[in-house]
């Protein structure tokens, strides 16, 4: 499966976003949660950046819960026996029934 960017409620404290960069990039969350709090100790100016920063990625960051619900395929599938070549194994919901080979 692909990695993708998401907020993530596993280890959130907020709204997930530096738990989610952390899943991301396979490092702690407490890392993206220093460094977003950390232009507050340097200067006030750049902590409001910080924060306006945080607020945009929680609104624009997709939730886990979403992305796993994009992510469901249904298939419909069938295994041809080779040993007998007048039968077909259909798995599909509609039709429990075996088919004929065409």
Do not use: H, T
Request: one cysteine or more; a negative charge.
């Amino acid at each position: 499966m692909k990695k993708q960017l998401m907020k993530s409620k596993k280890r959130a404290i907020l709204a997930g976003v530096c738990a989610g960069l952390g899943e991301y990039f396979n490092v702690s969350p407490w890392i993206f949660r220093g460094l977003f709090l950390l232009p507050f100790v340097l200067r006030f100016l750049p902590g409001l950046l910080s924060i306006g920063i945080y607020i945009v990625l929680v609104a624009v960051l997709p939730g886990s819960r979403q992305i796993e619900d994009q992510d469901v395929v249904e298939v419909d599938y069938e295994i041809i026996d080779d040993n007998n070549d007048d039968e077909v194994i259909d798995f599909s919901q509609k039709n429990a029934e075996s088919k004929e080979k065409v």
